[in-house]
């Protein structure tokens, strides 16, 4: 059965990171969470805000004969992560579930290291901005300068598990990932999902709720379950 490793590098109720900030509107002090998370392996460029704590999680997965098992990472296991998440200049992430005027919680980012491959990488472009978004890398998430991204969002280049045969010691080597980029000054709607493989392009809008499982040209609107083109825009 698959074996687990996490560590959790941050989350909301974390003592170490609920500096308060002075003066408001922060409750907690964005210089010191990006410190904080710059310290335990993120790369986050120096004008980059964090609003609030995020959930970033370190998860490690080999398939393996036996029970499953969860452990913590280990130091020297907790360096291959290191860099696989950057969040890039300009950005601002916004985990405060009470702050925004509409449904939303904190963000969710989670590199994943399946068997021998590297790191799942997260990387987020220039004046990138998001609440409330869950963000899960096999390989690579790319989200393009100057996208937003609205609350109750996910994005995912894996599906997490096969449909078949789960559980078993040859389960995490048969998943299937692909990479997923979204373009430059697109806007992804509240409640929308990302799935592994979709190319979205520049200057996109993608619908609330909608579910997105093929490529996306540019200046493309999309919405619905599945996704479908209801206009282009120039």
Request: include cysteine; glycine fraction near 10%.
């Amino acid at each position: 059965m698959p074996a687990y490793k996490s560590l959790f590098i941050s989350l909301p109720d974390d003592p170490e990171f609920q500096s308060e900030s002075s003066p408001a509107p922060f409750t907690t002090d964005p210089k010191h969470v990006a410190q904080l998370l710059t310290a335990r392996g993120v790369s986050i460029a120096q004008d980059a805000v964090i609003s609030s704590v995020p959930r970033i999680c370190f998860t490690q997965v080999t398939d393996e004969k036996g029970y499953s098992v969860y452990r913590e990472l280990n130091q020297a296991e907790t360096l291959a992560f290191h860099g696989a998440i950057t969040i890039g200049p300009g950005c601002f992430l916004e985990s405060n579930p009470v702050t925004p005027p509409f449904h939303s919680s904190c963000i969710k980012l989670t590199s994943v290291k399946a068997n021998d491959k590297p790191a799942g990488k997260i990387t987020l472009g220039t004046g990138v901005q998001m609440l409330g978004v869950a963000i899960v890398a096999y390989e690579h998430v790319e989200i393009g300068d100057y996208v937003g991204i609205g609350p109750g969002v996910t994005i995912m280049d894996c599906d997490g598990h096969t449909t078949e045969g789960r559980g078993t010691d040859t389960e995490i080597a048969r998943l299937e990932s692909a990479p997923v980029k979204i373009g430059a000054n697109s806007w992804i709607g509240a409640g929308a999902w990302i799935m592994k493989g979709v190319q979205i392009g520049e200057n996109c809008v993608i619908g609330a709720n909608s579910v997105v499982i093929k490529s996306i040209p540019d200046n493309t609107v999309v919405m619905g379950n599945p996704a479908r083109v209801v206009k282009k825009v120039s």
